[in-house]
């Protein structure tokens, strides 16, 4: 009897002592608990954070909270009463950093409540550091409502949605960097034929902020030579994890060929340094000159406009055969792509197809292959005088470029006619088919006797 009473008695603390815990649970979830359904606060998500917030044209003020903080759980009355306010004006909204720990980190959220404005730049956020009342906050976002405003009325800034051109922490009128997304890249950069330099940045990043204004400069620097892009890998994650992106921020180069393998960019972070390295790439990026047969006035006409035409007269077809010819020409384009980032344009003919041409540069007589560099303004030339071969031929080049050896006028002081002549079909040479000689009406007895002597 006895022991049936204790576990009765037994039964029964645990039955209230499970009560108690319950009643504990449920007053700790409604203490916590931070409520924005029904009201003007918009709850935010990494869902929607993008749609609704970096590619709207409004401006937002944003809390980041967690439901378990004392200072957010005052903050929400006021919270709600400023959305209320700010309704058709600014938006305000909130987002549980606690339980989306992805957008909390990638805003530099550390304590809460966090509060920032996402205004003309939507990439780069700005704190606010008002009041925690109603008034504050209705202020603090008239506040950006008016710079976004004044800045659109200047002419100096964009709409305020989250197509910045411009790099990690900001954009305005003006700036010739693209603004890259997971959306736009391969079409942009992948699929161009032009080089790229692409940096890779996040909005909170100090270092990225601080790159702003030289990337900025240097994209306008090397516009026409290199195009510059950003991308905030914090939002556009699928193309910063195709790189391996782990730092900010992080510069890769994209020739205008091999768009697969980008080189990373470890110089300078200046203006000056970024332009440097931009410019060296697009000489490198210039597609080597074609080697011309010179077979009219207009291919002429179209290398004597260059600073300098190199034109190489190459033996006979039945001399030097197909092969032999594909040789010199060969040779020649690889000088053309040793030199494509000088102003040189190139041409070949064959030997005593251009008569007056050698004339006029004193080529005829002294056998092929020769070679002449001409300036067509200047009615000047220079001769190669060494062997025709790849170190003759460069260390030749080498001099006319940095202006050493000795140039001779041309020929009459003018330059000469072209003759029209057939391009080469690029087969072997042939000789002309003689023709058979009919001897039969040829008579041998008819020729007089001679006398014996």
């Given at each position: 009897?006895?022991?049936?009473?204790?576990?009765?008695?037994?039964?029964?603390?645990?039955?209230?002592?499970?009560?108690?815990?319950?009643?504990?649970?449920?007053?700790?979830?409604?203490?916590?608990?931070?409520?924005?359904?029904?009201?003007?606060?918009?709850?935010?998500?990494?869902?929607?954070?993008?749609?609704?917030?970096?590619?709207?044209?409004?401006?937002?003020?944003?809390?980041?909270?967690?439901?378990?903080?004392?200072?957010?759980?005052?903050?929400?009355?006021?919270?709600?009463?400023?959305?209320?306010?700010?309704?058709?004006?600014?938006?305000?909204?909130?987002?549980?950093?606690?339980?989306?720990?992805?957008?909390?980190?990638?805003?530099?959220?550390?304590?809460?409540?966090?509060?920032?404005i996402f205004g003309a730049n939507k990439n780069s956020p700005t704190d606010y550091q008002g009041q925690r009342t109603a008034s504050g906050i209705v202020q603090g976002g008239l506040d950006a409502a008016r710079q976004v405003a004044n800045a659109r009325l200047s002419g100096r800034g964009g709409s305020s949605?989250?197509?910045?051109?411009?790099?990690?922490?900001?954009?305005?009128?003006?700036?010739?960097?693209?603004?890259?997304?997971?959306?736009?890249?391969?079409?942009?950069?992948?699929?161009?034929?032009?080089?790229?330099?692409?940096?890779?940045?996040?909005?909170?990043?100090?270092?990225?902020?601080?790159?702003?204004?030289?990337?900025?400069?240097?994209?306008?620097?090397?516009?026409?030579?290199?195009?510059?892009?950003?991308?905030?890998?914090?939002?556009?994650?699928?193309?910063?994890?195709?790189?391996?992106?782990?730092?900010?921020?992080?510069?890769?180069?994209?020739?205008?060929?091999?768009?697969?393998?980008?080189?990373?960019?470890?110089?300078?972070?200046?203006?000056?340094?970024?332009?440097?390295?931009?410019?060296?790439?697009?000489?490198?990026?210039?597609?080597?000159?074609?080697?011309?047969?010179?077979?009219?006035?207009?291919?002429?006409?179209?290398?004597?406009?260059?600073?300098?035409?190199?034109?190489?007269?190459?033996?006979?077809?039945?001399?030097?055969?197909?092969?032999?010819?594909?040789?010199?020409?060969?040779?020649?384009?690889?000088?053309?792509?040793?030199?494509?980032?000088?102003?040189?344009?190139?041409?070949?003919?064959?030997?005593?197809?251009?008569?007056?041409?050698?004339?006029?540069?004193?080529?005829?007589?002294?056998?092929?292959?020769?070679?002449?560099?001409?300036?067509?303004?200047?009615?000047?030339?220079?001769?190669?005088?060494?062997?025709?071969?790849?170190?003759?031929?460069?260390?030749?080049?080498?001099?006319?470029?940095?202006?050493?050896?000795?140039?001779?006028?041309?020929?009459?002081?003018?330059?000469?006619?072209?003759?029209?002549?057939?391009?080469?079909?690029?087969?072997?040479?042939?000789?002309?088919?003689?023709?058979?000689?009919?001897?039969?009406?040829?008579?041998?007895?008819?020729?007089?006797?001679?006398?014996?002597?």
């Open positions: 009897m006895l022991r049936e009473v204790r576990c009765s008695c037994l039964r029964a603390s645990a039955m209230a002592a499970l009560k108690v815990c319950l009643l504990l649970a449920a007053f700790a979830c409604s203490t916590y608990a931070i409520d924005y359904s029904g009201t003007d606060v918009v709850q935010l998500t990494p869902t929607n954070f993008q749609s609704r917030v970096i590619d709207s044209e409004y401006v937002w003020i944003i809390e980041f909270y967690a439901p378990w903080c004392g200072h957010c759980q005052s903050l929400t009355p006021e919270w709600k009463k400023a959305a209320t306010a700010l309704k058709g004006i600014v938006k305000v909204g909130a987002v549980d950093a606690d339980a989306h720990k992805s957008i909390g980190g990638q805003y530099g959220v550390r304590g809460f409540p966090t509060i920032k949605g989250g197509g910045s051109s411009g790099s990690g922490s900001g954009g305005s009128g003006g700036n010739d960097v693209v603004e890259l997304t997971d959306a736009n890249f391969d079409e942009l950069v992948m699929k161009s034929g032009e080089p790229w330099l692409v940096e890779f940045f996040a909005p909170w990043c100090g270092h990225c902020k601080s790159l702003e204004p030289q990337w900025k400069r240097a994209a306008t620097d090397l516009k026409g030579k290199v195009k510059l892009g950003a991308l905030d890998a914090t939002v556009h994650t699928s193309v910063a994890g195709r790189y391996g992106i782990q730092g900010f921020p992080t510069i890769k180069f994209f020739s205008a060929g091999d768009k697969a393998n980008p080189e990373d960019y470890q110089g300078g972070r200046t203006a000056s340094d970024i332009v440097a390295f931009g410019e060296q790439k697009a000489l490198e990026s210039v597609e080597p000159p074609e080697i011309v047969q010179l077979v009219d006035q207009k291919s002429f006409d179209a290398c004597a406009e260059k600073q300098l035409c190199t034109i190489a007269f190459l033996p006979h077809i039945l001399d030097s055969q197909a092969s032999g010819r594909n040789d010199y020409i060969k040779l020649l384009q690889s000088m053309a792509d040793r030199y494509k980032t000088r102003p040189f344009g190139w041409l070949w003919t064959e030997g005593a197809a251009q008569s007056k041409l050698e004339d006029a540069v004193d080529v005829g007589g002294f056998g092929y292959p020769a070679l002449v560099t001409l300036s067509a303004k200047k009615l000047k030339y220079a001769p190669l005088r060494g062997a025709f071969s790849k170190s003759g031929l460069t260390d030749f080049l080498q001099a006319v470029t940095v202006g050493r050896g000795s140039t001779l006028s041309v020929r009459g002081s003018e330059l000469p006619k072209i003759s029209t002549v057939e391009a080469w079909d690029g087969k072997d040479g042939a000789l002309p088919e003689e023709e058979d000689l009919d001897l039969s009406d040829i008579s041998l007895d008819d020729e007089p006797a001679k006398d014996e002597l």
